[in-house]
């Protein structure tokens, strides 16, 4: 399958890749350069998607996408028979019932196209996008490979990922996060993996999902698609370990410090990472945590299935920095573990667990956000927080946002002889941490990411700027 550069298809091959009607006033076809679902980033050339959502409707904007240069805009059928049946624009139409799945039959069949790709994916409820990083990274080692930017993961995100595949392309790394029932069904049918790695079963977004179970049960619909031949990798010691492999129709492979082959010793280096021993190689790690050096067992045993050497894997390994907002250490007059992107129990105790195992000579400071989209468990989770929070014997702790009052009256009750406070607004907490900072404190930040505790890493990396001068 040959592709022009600087095109992914003519709009009137769209349409039919789409599954829609190609409507053209002005007898032109044009060529679709790139694929857009907001209207702000249209360029000359791109297909607009216009997306129906919970607050805004991509159906608004079309006249913007049009001014922008837009080759041609994707609509549902409703709002084309509504607004342009008898109103000529200038412009070209697909349209579609539904434009979402307009949009996932569109990268669908752009992935079908690359038949010799080695097709890669990730899901969890923790960890998917530093795997996938990690994977991608080994792989660049034999062969080109293509991994989704940041967190375009989800039943929009991944089609536009997609749509980033080229020929000359080896591995496509894809992470997929899902959020509710059904999900990954529509994923897989954009991007149907031959290698499929499960990071956890967790308790992210549990709210919306109703039940661990359910969450298990979603996250293994991305071997649904699985050929005999095909592999999922699952955690040697996740408690659904049993479940995801009976519900995988191909093979399947443990990872962990007891399943992946080659592994001979570990060294915690603390807030420098670990040193892994893997076939005679030293690997250096520098992403913190247990829940990280599991991460790169994974992608060791996914490299080593897809015929990586040992060496590839060191490179590969090695180039791997902390992503941000994801157990990111950053040092100077204070050290900060800025992990704020997101935030369930599970996550909450890892990084107290990797605090607790440093050799800490200063002050220890947590400062925990509201965990959001634990639905009928949230009070019981958050309590669970304040009390790990309390064991862990810091010097203060910050409880920030509605739900972390659970957790703050649950520290107490464990006598907690540390300084404690529970506050709502993020300007408070903002000055009472600036105040209560000293030279060799170490500082976590953790909580959801709606909660925006990367606004206090940022203010304490210029507090250590005013320092320095």
């Known amino acids: 399958m040959t592709k022009v550069a600087n095109k992914l298809f003519s709009v009137s091959n769209a349409s039919i890749r789409a599954g829609g009607i190609f409507i053209s006033f ?8 790139s694929v857009s679902i907001d209207s702000r980033n249209v360029e000359r050339g791109d297909l607009f998607v216009a997306l129906s959502g919970e607050v805004t409707d991509g159906h608004n904007y079309i006249s913007m996408a049009v001014s922008a240069g837009a080759s ?44 010799k790709l080695i097709k890669i994916a990730v899901t969890g409820s923790n960890g998917k996008s530093t795997t996938k990083e990690m994977i991608g990274s080994i792989l660049s ?79 293994s619909d991305i071997f649904s698609l699985f050929d005999k031949g095909d592999r999922g990798f699952v955690f040697e010691d996740d408690s659904w370990a049993d479940y995801m492999e009976s519900r995988c129709p191909g093979l399947t492979t443990r990872y962990g410090l007891k399943s992946t082959e080659g592994i001979s010793g570990i060294k915690n280096l603390g807030l420098r990472g670990w040193e892994i021993l893997y076939k005679d190689f030293e690997i250096g790690l520098k992403l913190v945590g247990q829940h990280n ?3 790169a067992l994974a992608s060791i045993s996914i490299a080593a299935v897809l015929g990586v050497s040992p060496d590839k894997i060191k490179r590969g390994l090695e180039k791997i920095e902390p992503l941000s907002g994801r157990s990111q250490v950053l040092e100077g007059e204070y050290t900060v573990i800025e992990d704020s992107y997101n935030a369930n ?60 009052e659970d957790a703050f009256h649950s520290a107490l009750k464990k006598n907690f002889t540390g300084e404690v406070m529970y506050m709502l607004d993020y300007i408070e907490l903002e000055r009472k941490v600036e105040n209560c900072l000293k030279e060799g404190d170490l500082i976590l930040l953790k909580g959801s990411r709606s909660m925006e505790l990367n606004r206090l890493a940022d203010k304490i990396l210029k507090l250590k700027d005013v320092l320095d001068v």
């Open 345 to 404: 129990a599970e996550s909450m105790i890892e990084i107290f667990n990797f605090i607790s195992d440093l050799d800490w000579k200063g002050r220890i400071i947590l400062v925990l956000g509201s965990m959001k989209e634990l639905g009928p468990e949230s009070v019981e989770f958050h309590k669970l927080v304040g009390s790990k929070a309390a064991e862990l014997n810091p010097d203060l702790i910050f409880f920030f946002g509605s739900e972390m």
């Open 26 to 33: 002005e007898g032109t076809d044009p060529d679709i350069i």
């Open 72 to 115: 041609a805009v994707m609509i549902s059928q409703k709002y084309y028979s509504e607004n342009f049946a008898d109103y000529k624009i200038d412009c070209c139409f697909i349209v579609v019932e539904d434009t979402l799945l307009g949009l996932q039959k569109l990268a669908s069949s752009w992935v079908d196209g690359f038949g």
């Open 293 to 295: 050096l599991t991460n």
């Open 141 to 219: 080692e034999q062969g080109s490979t293509i991994t989704n930017k940041g967190n375009l993961n989800s039943e929009t995100g991944l089609p536009l990922s997609v749509l980033k595949i080229e020929e000359k392309h080896k591995y496509g790394v894809f992470e997929m996060g899902i959020n509710h029932p059904g999900e990954m069904k529509a994923l897989v049918s954009v991007f149907s993996p031959n290698y499929a790695l499960v990071t956890n079963i967790g308790t992210a977004h549990i709210g919306l999902m109703g039940s661990q179970k359910a969450i298990a049960s979603e996250k």
